[in-house]
C-alpha cells in the first residue's frame, strides 16, 4: 500500500507518520510539503520523517497527475491551519484549503486512488447559542476564512464526481497533546506552557466557551480508520465529527486542570472579556457508531502530562511564548520579513540574511 499524506510537516504529521508506520509496517509512505515549519522541531530524538519512505518538498497547489501515481489512499493535511492565519491570509486560504484540496481529490480519482482523507475541522460549528450538541446534521456557522475553507471543500467535494474514491472528511475538535513539532497556539498547548514557564495561566476569554478538543495520537488513529474505510455502510462521502462527548470541555476547566496538574500555577481568568465568538458543543455519537475500534484513549491528564514533560525535555521556559516560532502564524511573519516565502506563502528561493550568515559560520 502507498500512503501520501500532504502537510505532513506540521503538527499532527510527525505523530500521523509513526501511527501509520506501527499499522502498516509494509507500507511506502509518502510525505509532501512545502516546509514552513519543517525547521521548527520540538524534539530531543531524530527526524521524524525518517519514519517515512519519501519526504517530498512540493506545493499541494502544483501537484500533477504523476504525483498519484499508484498511490492508494490520500491524506490532505495541508493548509493555512488556524482562525489568525486564514484571517491574515485569506486568499491564500481558499487556494491551499479549498481550491488545492479539491484539486488534489480530482488528480487522486484519476489516478485511482481508493481513500481520500480530508483534515476538516469542527470550527465549522463557530457559533451555537443552542447548548444541544452538535450533530453532523445540524446548521453549520463558520465564521472565519479558515472555517470556510474547510467547508466549502466538504460541500464541493460531497458533489463532485470522484469515481468511485471513498473520501472521509474528519471534522476534528481542537488538538492538543506533544509532538515533535509542537504549536503553543491551540488552547490546551497554551495553558500548559503558560504553567511550566510563568506559573500562570492567562484565560484570555471568560472561560465560559465550550471547546471540544482530541489528542493528536487519537487524530492519527482516525486518520487510520478512514484510510481503510469502505463505501458500505456510511456511503462513498461520509463527513464525520471526531472526538469524545467527554472531551467537551468549558475552557475555564481546562485551564483549572492544567493549574492542578502543574502545582503553583496561577489561574486567571478574563472575567470582563467579551463573549468569545466561537463557542460549540459537539456530538461524536455516529464516529463511535461507525469507528468502535478507533475510539479515542488518551485522556486529559495524559494529555497534559505529555506536554509537561515533553516541553521540560527540550528546556522550554520562555514566557514570551505567544510571540514565539510555537506560534505558527510568527514563523510566516518572519519568513515573509526576512523575504524567505512571497505573500502568497510560495519560496522566494531567495538567499536570506539568515541563510547567508549560517553558510558564513559554517565556512569559518
Ligand atoms: N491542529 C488542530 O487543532 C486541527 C484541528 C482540526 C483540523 N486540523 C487540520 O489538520 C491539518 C494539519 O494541522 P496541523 O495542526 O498539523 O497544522 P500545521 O500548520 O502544523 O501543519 C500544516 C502543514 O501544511 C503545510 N502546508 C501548508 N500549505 C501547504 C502547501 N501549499 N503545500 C504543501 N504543504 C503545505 C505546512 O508547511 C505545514 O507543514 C490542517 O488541515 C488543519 O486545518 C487541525
Redesign the pocket.
Known amino acids: 500500500m502507498r500512503i501520501l499524506i500532504?502537510?505532513?510537516?506540521?503538527?499532527?504529521?510527525p505523530i500521523l507518520g509513526a501511527h501509520l508506520r506501527r499499522e502498516f509496517p509494509g507500507a511506502h509512505l509518502i510525505g509532501?510539503?512545502?516546509?514552513?515549519?519543517?525547521h521548527c522541531l520540538t524534539t530531543t530524538g531524530t527526524l521524524p520523517e525518517l519514519m517515512l519512505d519519501e519526504q517530498r518538498f512540493?506545493?499541494?497547489?502544483a501537484l500533477q497527475a504523476r504525483d498519484f501515481e499508484g498511490v492508494d489512499a490520500v491524506v490532505?493535511?495541508?493548509?493555512?491551519?488556524?482562525d489568525p492565519m486564514g484571517n491574515r491570509f485569506e486568499h491564500v486560504t481558499d487556494a491551499?484549503?479549498y481550491r488545492?484540496a479539491i484539486s488534489v481529490a480530482e488528480l487522486a480519482a484519476k489516478a485511482g486512488v481508493r481513500n481520500y482523507v480530508f483534515?476538516?475541522?469542527?470550527?465549522v460549528y463557530g457559533f451555537s447559542p443552542d447548548p444541544r450538541a452538535r450533530t453532523e446534521n445540524d446548521e453549520i456557522n463558520p465564521l472565519t476564512a479558515?472555517a470556510r475553507s474547510?467547508i466549502a471543500t466538504e460541500q464541493t467535494l460531497e458533489k463532485a464526481a470522484l469515481g468511485n474514491m471513498v473520501i472521509t472528511c474528519l471534522r476534528?475538535?481542537?488538538?492538543c497533546g506533544m509532538s515533535p513539532?509542537l504549536?503553543l497556539d491551540?488552547v490546551l498547548n497554551d495553558f500548559v506552557a503558560g504553567a511550566l514557564a510563568s506559573r500562570e495561566i492567562t484565560v484570555l476569554s471568560d472561560g465560559t466557551p465550550w471547546r471540544p478538543l482530541i489528542h493528536v495520537k487519537d487524530m492519527a488513529r482516525a486518520i487510520e480508520w478512514a484510510i481503510k474505510r469502505e463505501a458500505e455502510p456510511s456511503g462513498r462521502f461520509l463527513k464525520l465529527n471526531v472526538g469524545s462527548d467527554a472531551w467537551n470541555y468549558q475552557v475555564a476547566e481546562l485551564a483549572n486542570a492544567v493549574g492542578e496538574a502543574i502545582p503553583g500555577t496561577r489561574v486567571s481568568i478574563n472575567k470582563d472579556a467579551p463573549p468569545d465568538k466561537r463557542s460549540y458543543r459537539v456530538d461524536f455519537g455516529l464516529y463511535r457508531k461507525l469507528a468502535p475500534d478507533h475510539q479515542p484513549l488518551e485522556t486529559l491528564e495524559t494529555a497534559i502530562a505529555g506536554l509537561r514533560d515533553g516541553l521540560k525535555a527540550i528546556g522550554f521556559s520562555d514566557p514570551d511564548f505567544r510571540q514565539s516560532q510555537l506560534m505558527?502564524l510568527k514563523v510566516l511573519e518572519k519568513l515573509l520579513g526576512e523575504g524567505a516565502l512571497n505573500e502568497d506563502?510560495t519560496w522566494s528561493r531567495r538567499p536570506t540574511a539568515a541563510t547567508a550568515s549560517a553558510g558564513l559560520r559554517s565556512a569559518i
Open positions: 500532504t502537510g505532513n510537516l506540521g503538527y499532527i504529521g509532501v510539503d512545502s516546509g514552513w515549519f519543517a512540493g506545493d499541494v497547489r490532505q493535511l495541508a493548509a493555512v491551519s488556524n491551499i484549503n488545492s483534515a476538516s475541522s469542527c470550527s479558515y474547510k476534528f475538535a481542537t488538538a513539532r504549536r491551540l505558527r506563502l
